[in-house]
């Protein structure tokens, strides 16, 4: 698994990572029951310490996204991105969603552009496959 991360950002790096897995996920990179690197792993390939690549994958358990077992390591669960999503996770989606979309009109990005790339965001997700 190939993550590209930007160590300057002020995003931490454990929620890039997060998202870069989310992201893999939903434009099919990463299929349901695919395997993911072991911490240690993916730590020494991207250069960090090994507890920001734990925290990160927390995180996408903790979000139904993947699951840890001490046999099989951390897996990508089999019906991520299938069947409808549960609320909790809508809501929480959604307050996200409303800050990046504040963030572009506050930026000055006209709304017809905003919802443009949007729609363009989606379509290179495959949201047409995955029910979205």
Do not use: C
């Not at 992201?23 to 792993?41: F, K």
């Amino acid at each position: 698994m190939h993550l590209v991360l930007d160590l300057d950002s002020e995003v931490p790096i454990y929620q890039q990572i997060r998202d870069r897995v989310v992201e893999a996920i939903a434009d099919g990179r990463l299929d349901g029951g695919a395997s993911l690197p072991s911490t240690r792993q993916l730590a020494v390939d991207l250069a960090i310490n090994f507890h920001t690549v734990n925290k990160a994958y927390d995180l996408l358990r903790r979000e139904g996204i993947i699951r840890i077992n001490r046999k099989s390591g951390a897996v990508v669960r089999p019906d991520a991105g299938q069947g409808p999503a549960e609320q909790e996770a809508v809501a929480d989606w959604e307050r996200r969603a409303r800050t990046l979309l504040a963030e572009a009109v506050v930026r000055g990005i006209p709304r017809d552009e905003i919802v443009d790339r949007v729609r363009a965001t989606l379509d290179g997700f495959g949201a047409g496959e995955r029910g979205g």
